[in-house]
């Protein structure tokens, strides 16, 4: 898009402070350099970039295609969806973001696709704790089944609460109204 910079600054000035890229349904590639200049613009504005993250049938996102993005620009602060891999939970392969502080995710479409939340947990666990959001993919998945299948974790309740509201309102700068 040849006018991002004055489409960012008509998002900043209405409230909007991310950008969402799907580059499977888009069609592009997440890391292509072209997009550069645009995360250069988002990180020198406090805004952030979340993506969907992964699919096991073609290479256009996934977590070797945001590593470049978020070394490039250590200040952009980056959600990789789908605790960074959808479809694909090879631990080897997402633990590369979880160790950059300006990497988030969110655990949107992760538990509707396993039968057993071990390999999950284990990449959930290896984020920061700080940086694990909720999501339910919607309209895709229903968020009360999402929720549901989220408490059905096991996961202690100072996570589960920070995941599901406390982490994200910090994220975004929120003030109670």
């Not at 960012?8 to 592009?28: A, C, D, S, T, Y």
């Not at 997009?35 to 952030?48: A, G, S, V």
């Amino acid at each position: 898009y040849e006018n991002y910079v004055e489409e960012l600054k008509w998002m900043r000035e209405n409230g909007i402070f991310g950008v969402k890229l799907h580059p499977e349904f888009q069609h592009f590639v997440l890391d292509d350099e072209r997009l550069f200049p645009m995360f250069e613009e988002m990180e020198r504005h406090d805004m952030f970039l979340i993506s969907h993250m992964g699919d096991p049938r073609v290479n256009v996102s996934g977590p070797a295609r945001l590593l470049p993005i978020a070394k490039t620009f250590p200040k952009l602060r980056c959600i990789g969806a789908h605790l960074g891999n959808w479809g694909d939970w090879d631990y080897d392969k997402i633990y590369p973001l979880t160790q950059l502080s300006n990497v988030y995710t969110d655990i949107s479409s992760a538990c509707s696709y396993v039968k057993d939340p071990k390999p999950l947990l284990k990449i959930l666990h290896t984020y920061d704790p700080t940086h694990l959001f909720f999501g339910s993919d919607y309209p895709i998945w229903c968020p009360k089944k999402e929720l549901e299948k989220t408490l059905h974790l096991g996961l202690d309740q100072q996570l589960l609460e920070d995941i599901l509201f406390n982490n994200f309102a910090k994220f975004y700068h929120y003030k109670a109204l």
